[in-house]
């Protein structure tokens, strides 16, 4: 989605770029002049569309619309109208940056779910204040080297104080307002809260994790019938499967109903449809770990949760052939030889569809993650699970570069994926090189942030194996 013009008046009349600081920008004041605040026409223009199809939002000072909210059984659409409320202001401001600044949010994944809110935030305040404040946090991270200036803490405790009372509203909570933003508070809290320091990765992004999680089990499989919710869950599953995990609790998405639905769903061409075949068994994940750790503390049979991993494992490997006959398409995978020599991959991949890069390194971690438990229920690693190990690491390698250029807002599966690749370095400097990455992709930088280190990666690692501190009795 692109917009006709975001520029003040004044500013456009002087030919001049406008930082949109409303509601008086930074170049009236500075002239001191007269402001007359955002343009009074946007066009917005949906991707995938021609321009000829695109549509004309006119601001202006009506009364906000009463249209009802966005139905989960409708398809998101634009408003012909968006007042000149604050709502309209914050949706002109989230148009500017998308236009402006199309790296700002990275990949097109989350920038499409984003594309959508301008015509939904009339009605629903918590998806107004989340807006706000992720429009904010981007240009402050843009423009400040300091960690405690990326955030506004009034917007911040705005949008929590939106969300909660969306969630205490009973026809607010199964909205996809709702939804959405409860998705982009969990995004901002990943991926610009969490560099500042490594341990509130887990608190701070969970909380938000935990209410995605609650709005989809309540509105069940029936509501990804809607686009919007079935991004949402083809983005965030694998997430939602580690916040499971970390839990100790089992996934909602392993019941009967949604395996059903994983297995069943049809329609999403041959990327996004692979990738939920490869979900259906990620969702069982937290309960085999669940598993793995009373095995540990001597509550379960070896046999047992053996035969369990095996089949999930099993699962798994069925996709490799598909994969790589993505991967082998050259209209989906560009491939040429890596900028750097520190790099231990001698070939990169790129590609215009995030969803192929996202099938990739899931399908791959889901493949270190069940070898990692073989390994640990059989007491060493095989040379088969061992060669697998290096093949899928250097699948997550190769898409290294691109993820440099657009950071954890645009491959936020990559990090954990790294993660997960570190065991099969072969040498300290590619032990090295992996930290370095994971710090670059994530922002982080050694004056201003908590850095990972190798000892850190190393635990992470150890984590999938659903060890537990107390030995299995003898």
């Not at 949010?105 to 939904?120: D, E, K, N, R, S």
């Not at 670059?440 to 992470?460: C, D, F, S």
Request: hydrophobic content about 35%.
């Amino acid at each position: 989605m692109v917009a006709w013009t975001t520029r003040c008046g004044t500013c456009r009349r002087r030919k001049i770029k406008c930082d949109q600081q409303w509601p008086a920008c930074g170049q009236c004041q500075k002239s001191r002049q007269s402001c007359p605040g955002p343009p009074d026409k946007l066009k917005f223009v949906v991707n995938g569309t021609p321009a000829s199809s695109s549509q004309i939002a006119r601001l202006n000072k009506s009364k906000p619309s009463t249209k009802p909210l966005t139905t989960l059984n409708d398809h998101p659409v634009f408003y012909r109208s968006i007042p000149r409320t604050y709502a309209g202001n914050v949706g002109a401001e989230l148009v500017s940056l998308l236009a402006s600044q199309p790296k700002t949010f990275g990949f097109p994944g989350f920038a499409q779910l984003l594309a959508h809110t301008p015509a939904m935030l009339d009605g629903s305040p918590a998806l107004v204040k989340a807006v706000a404040y992720l429009s904010d946090a981007r240009r402050r991270q843009q423009t400040s080297p300091q960690p405690d200036m990326k955030l506004d803490l009034k917007l911040h405790g705005s949008a929590l104080q939106g969300l909660r009372m969306a969630f205490q509203d009973p026809n607010q909570l199964t909205r996809i307002e709702t939804l959405l933003a409860t998705i982009i508070l969990w995004k901002i809290e990943a991926t610009i809260v969490t560099p500042s320091k490594l341990a509130p990765l887990v608190a701070a992004s969970s909380v938000h994790a935990g209410g995605t999680a609650y709005i989809l089990e309540s509105l069940g499989p029936e509501a990804a019938r809607n686009k919007i919710v079935l991004n949402i869950i083809l983005d965030s599953l694998a997430d939602l499967s580690s916040y499971y995990y970390a839990r100790d609790q089992s996934c909602f998405m392993a019941s009967p109903r949604w395996q059903q639905f994983f297995s069943g769903h049809k329609g999403l061409g041959t990327v996004n449809t692979l990738l939920f075949k490869i979900l259906r068994p990620m969702a069982l994940f937290p309960d085999v770990m669940r598993g793995l750790r009373r095995y540990y503390l001597g509550q379960i049979e070896h046999e047992y949760i053996r035969s369990r991993v095996q089949q999930m494992c099993d699962a798994v490997r069925s996709f490799e052939a598909p994969v790589q006959n993505i991967i082998k398409d050259a209209s989906l995978v560009a491939k040429s030889a890596p900028h750097s020599s520190e790099s231990p991959v001698d070939e990169v991949y790129r590609t215009e569809d995030f969803a192929v890069s996202r099938l990739c390194c899931v399908h791959a971690v889901t493949i270190l993650t069940t070898n990692n438990m073989l390994s640990a229920l059989d007491g060493h690693v095989s040379e088969e699970i061992r060669r697998k190990n290096r093949s899928m690491s250097e699948r997550i390698w190769k898409f290294h570069e691109q993820a440099a250029d657009v950071g954890s807002y645009g491959m936020h599966y990559y990090p954990s994926a790294l993660i997960l690749s570190y065991e099969s370095a072969q040498s300290r400097e590619t032990e090295d090189w992996i930290v370095g990455l994971l710090n670059l992709v994530q922002g982080r930088k050694p004056a201003t942030h908590m850095m990972w280190t190798r000892e850190e990666i190393a635990v992470r690692c150890k984590g999938t194996r659903g060890v537990v501190s107390s030995p299995r009795p003898s």
